[in-house]
């Protein structure tokens, strides 16, 4: 199936606002919106599901916490317990109070890095990939709105110039 | 229609009438315009007194820690002090781009991007000292919890320094991912801007692909808040755990409670003073004072003032519980540390880190950016004695007097200390010319509530500075199918031709925005000299678009036809 998007390119924010609300309620598909800028409230407005990437960091937090707590015990307590400065190592809760740096810091060092790299993947974010931006004022101050051609494309074309697009492109997407 | 308001009183923290491309543009011109003189010279004298450091360093390694000022009363000087001086220093950079993300403060957007380049350059520089320390850095690693060849003897996790490996190495982490993911969109513009390849082949590379979409900006924005909250206990703890490795032991002047709050707060405020040093300077020699703007940095001068108090707060309760202790060597660390050999250190503590920040609460002076930049180097100074103080002066007399003795350093102590500075500033210098030093996008968010233009059109009326919509949408199409020849020859009668017998061609590359490549296509249509350039209309720079397949655009953005007007006088 061939896809057909129209790219609407608008010259401010409040105007792209006002237009994916217009084109929502109008029905037509929006496939994709690119700002220069975080539009607070365009994810709403376009009718995105909210982040789930905040859970993923706390889950990652609790490995991380999890893993501090199998070292420590493993290494100081299991392993080779020794009698440091008269404060032998019988039982992992007794040593725990020297243990609360290294388990918070594994915790925060587990759930920013492993979230970003979440972040990363699932934006498709990494060293060598192309930008799939369509144009390359859309990091400078234009806003595309992406919508699918579903019948009528002149009649789609004339609805988005009402928008107060600057700029319309019809094209193939692949 | 969102709203943007913000109310009359607070300050615009964007001056002048600038528009979203406005910034753009002058975000981007450090990056892409050519180093000045002064650039180089400060560069090359970095660079120098880096490499100083380096020799310094390596006759350190190669010689052992004998070469330095250490005897065995002070065991602990110039290199710790150093170490907890360049950390403390980095915690400004988190405490703006997280605490101050956390608390919805949006001053912190003009500054954010240079101050946790500052922390992550001065993390590198920290982590160097307990490095070179070691005597044989060779086997750094030891300090790992990694299966070794001793059988299984593994780091001891009681102590506070090896909780200090752990909390620098994740702090320098941490801060790097989250000034990286926040230079993504930044980098990215930069790439949609370079003209020259090579350029635009880094900015890509750097950029990591960043597009953009709507849901790119939503995880964007969860992502830094999550890691906010994740680094404000994070900054908390690496100074906290720093003060740990004196407050844990049992010498007199270091056994204190006080420690952590007190190393804290001694942190924040050298750390603001560095960034108040290197932004002063920077504002003015990248043009962006219109984005750190004195407000800037009178509320930079604020936190300075409050923490400067605590500090000295926590310098008094030290004398007063050291007192109230009744124990007499805890009574006389302190005595000796104010009246002993080292008064003078002591003295210039008190004065440049109490006494100083004080007078910011004049409005005239916090306001002033010369006394603002002076007082800056004074907390710079007077923190690195503190540190100095701290340590060598509860070592140099310990429990038996016979061993009493003084610290003096010798020219490798002084070169690697000098050396960090150099190295620091070669980053700084090298970031400054190649990075987007404002985080662009975050401010153009900011512009429509915070914007001077936007504000005093809300407050006072007057014309909305926001681009008008158009009344005319320009359709492109996408197979284009433009009759080449028509097209070029209805330009050049609109430019007037270039004959190459009676006229010389012009470097046309002198107009920002044109390249090498450029200029070649450019020369293929038959434009030569900035005459031609100049007569150039709205009607010639579609025709001109029309004629290339890349660049759309750029001519109109870049105002060619201004530029070579000014080129051909």
């Known amino acids: 199936m061939s896809s057909k998007v129209i790219q609407a390119m608008y010259n401010d924010d409040d105007v792209l606002m006002s237009a994916v609300k217009e084109t929502k309620s109008a029905h037509h598909h929006i496939e994709e919106v690119y700002t220069p800028f975080p539009v607070h409230g365009l994810d709403k407005a376009m009718g995105l599901a909210p982040t789930r ?39 992992w809760i007794y040593n725990m109070p020297a243990f609360v740096p290294i388990m918070f810091e594994m915790t925060v060092f587990f759930a920013a890095h492993l979230m970003v790299i979440t972040f990363y993947m699932r934006s498709r974010l990494w060293p060598f990939k192309e930008a799939e931006n369509p144009d390359p004022r859309t990091t400078d101050d234009m806003f595309v709105m992406e919508v699918a051609v579903e019948g009528n494309e002149k009649e789609l074309t004339s609805f988005l110039k009402k928008t107060g697009a600057v700029e319309i492109k019809v094209t193939e997407k692949h | 229609m969102a709203s943007h308001y913000e109310a009359p009183i607070r300050e615009p923290l964007i001056i002048g009438d600038k528009s979203y491309h406005d910034i753009t543009v002058e975000v981007a011109a450090p990056v ?69 993300l956390l608390f919805r403060q949006k001053w912190r957007m003009g500054i954010n991007r240079s101050a946790e380049a500052m922390t992550i350059f001065s993390v590198v520089q920290a982590g160097l000292f307990p490095i070179i320390h070691m005597g044989r850095p060779w086997q750094g690693y030891w300090v790992l919890p990694i299966p070794n060849q001793f059988g299984s003897l593994w780091a001891n996790f009681n102590s506070p320094l090896l909780w200090d490996v752990f909390a620098i190495s994740t702090y320098l982490s941490v801060s790097l991912v989250f000034w990286w993911t926040g230079l993504l969109p930044d980098f990215a513009m930069l790439r949609d801007r370079a003209v020259r390849p090579f350029q635009k082949k ?24 999550v ?24 010498i007199p002047g270091w056994h204190t409670t006080i420690f952590p709050p007190y190393f804290v707060a001694g942190a924040i405020f050298s750390g603001f003073a560095m960034v108040n040093t290197l932004l002063i300077i920077m504002r003015k020699v990248s043009n962006l004072e219109a984005y750190i703007t004195r407000q800037h940095i009178e509320l930079m001068n604020i936190v300075i003032m409050i923490t400067g108090s605590i500090v000295g707060c926590a310098y008094i309760t030290e004398l007063f519980i050291a007192w109230y202790s009744g124990v007499e060597y805890e009574q006389y660390a302190f005595l000796n540390r104010a009246t002993g050999p080292y008064w003078w250190a002591y003295l210039l503590m008190m004065t440049c880190n109490v006494v100083s920040p004080q007078v910011f609460w004049s409005k005239k002076l916090r306001t002033s950016i010369a006394f603002s930049f002076i007082i800056s180097i004074v907390v710079n100074i007077g923190m690195w004695f503190e540190r100095f103080v701290i340590i060598v002066s509860s070592l140099h007399r310990d429990y038996l007097p016979s061993s009493w003795t003084m610290f003096s350093p010798t020219f490798v102590d002084i070169g690697i200390y000098v050396g960090t500075i150099g190295f620091f500033f ?70 007037g031709s270039f004959d190459a017998t009676s006229q010389t061609a012009d470097d046309l590359k002198l107009i920002s925005g044109v390249g090498p490549k450029l200029e070649k296509t450019l020369n293929t249509i038959g434009i030569y000299t900035f005459d031609q350039v100049s007569k150039m209309t709205n009607k010639e720079y579609d025709l001109l678009d029309s004629l290339m397949d890349s660049f759309q655009g750029r001519a109109k953005r870049d105002d060619w036809a201004g530029q070579a007007k000014k080129l051909k006088k």
């Open chain 1, 53 to 91: 990437i905040a859970i993923t960091a706390f889950m990652y937090g609790l490995c991380g916490l999890s893993f501090a707590i199998w070292m420590t015990n493993y290494m100081m307590i299991q392993d080779w317990p020794q009698d440091i400065g008269g404060k032998p190592s019988f039982a």
């Open chain 2, 32 to 100: 892409e315009g050519k180093a000045n003189k002064q650039w180089w010279i400060v560069f090359g004298i970095s660079l120098a007194a880096f490499l100083w450091g380096i020799g310094c360093i390596l006759y350190t390694i190669g010689t052992g820690i004998g070469v330095w000022g250490l005897n065995k009363s002070i065991g602990w000087a110039w290199d710790i002090t150093n170490f907890v001086w360049w950390v403390g220093i980095g915690h400004a950079g988190t405490l703006i781009s997280a605490v101050l």
């Open chain 2, 202 to 225: 880094i900015y890509s590379l750097l950029s990591f692909g960043w597009t953009g979409r709507a849901k790119d900006w939503q995880r964007f924005e969860e992502v830094s808040l």
């Open chain 2, 227 to 250: 890691l906010a909250g994740l680094a404000t206990p994070l900054v908390l703890s690496v100074h906290t755990i720093v003060s740990m490795d004196f407050a844990t032991s049992v």
């Open chain 2, 426 to 495: 070669v980053l700084f210098l090298l970031y400054a010319r190649t990075f987007p030093v404002i985080a662009q996008a975050e401010v153009k968010s900011i512009l429509k509530s915070s914007g001077d233009n936007y504000k005093r059109y809300r407050d006072a009326g007057g014309a909305n500075p926001a681009p008008s919509t158009p009344t005319k949408t320009k359709e492109v199409e996408t197979v284009a199918d433009v009759d080449v020849d028509a097209n070029t020859s209805s330009l050049l009668s609109s430019l």
